[in-house]
């Protein structure tokens, strides 16, 4: 508890749980279910310090990604591992994650969400949820840095 980020700032009993500390957050799952505790796996930042100065090397930082992963999976999925599994899921997020995905791995669609982004700029909302009520909302660049660096070079000849 000591070297973790998290733990050091909210103090150990933060969740209303028994055990405290990055270990309190990979047992009570397992004890209670991760529909009753969905967000223990996600407090923490994964940087990894739990791990490193665990006495008895117990790969922490891992176990809670898997606890994550298991958290999001499709709640029909049958491959049942834990009680409370999939307490996280939604299907719009998943479907969010093929989309930006599938946008990320064609350098065709990526390049043209690009070129869209840059010229369609004055179109994104200035209101995006909670986070404008306090922070401007972010817009794309007027031009890519693609189009920047070849522009650059261009002139450059």
């Known amino acids: 508890m000591n070297h973790c980020p998290v733990y050091t700032r909210v103090g ?6 028994v055990y405290p500390g990055p ?6 799952p397992h004890m209670v279910g991760l529909d009753k505790v969905p967000d223990h ?5 994964l940087c990894g310090a739990c791990g490193e100065v665990c006495p008895v090397k117990i790969p922490i930082p891992t176990l809670l990604r898997r606890l994550r992963e298991e958290n999001v999976k ?3 999925d049958p491959h049942k591992v834990m009680r409370g599994q999939g307490s996280k899921y939604s299907r719009q997020e998943r479907l969010i ?3 930006w995905r599938l946008l990320n791995t064609s350098p065709t669609l990526y390049r043209l969400f690009g070129f869209f ?3 369609l700029r004055a179109l994104t909302p200035s209101n995006i949820g909670p986070w404008t009520q306090n922070h401007s909302a972010p817009k794309p660049a007027a031009r890519s840095l693609h189009e920047l660096a070849k522009a ?3 002139g450059k000849r």
């Open 117 to 119: 982004a840059t010229r």
């Open 152 to 154: 650059h070079l261009e």
């Open 74 to 76: 499709a709640p029909d």
């Open 12 to 17: 150990g009993h933060t969740y209303g749980e």
């Open 23 to 28: 270990i309190g957050k990979i047992i009570t």
């Open 97 to 99: 994650w093929a989309g």
């Open 41 to 45: 796996p996600s407090a923490s930042s």
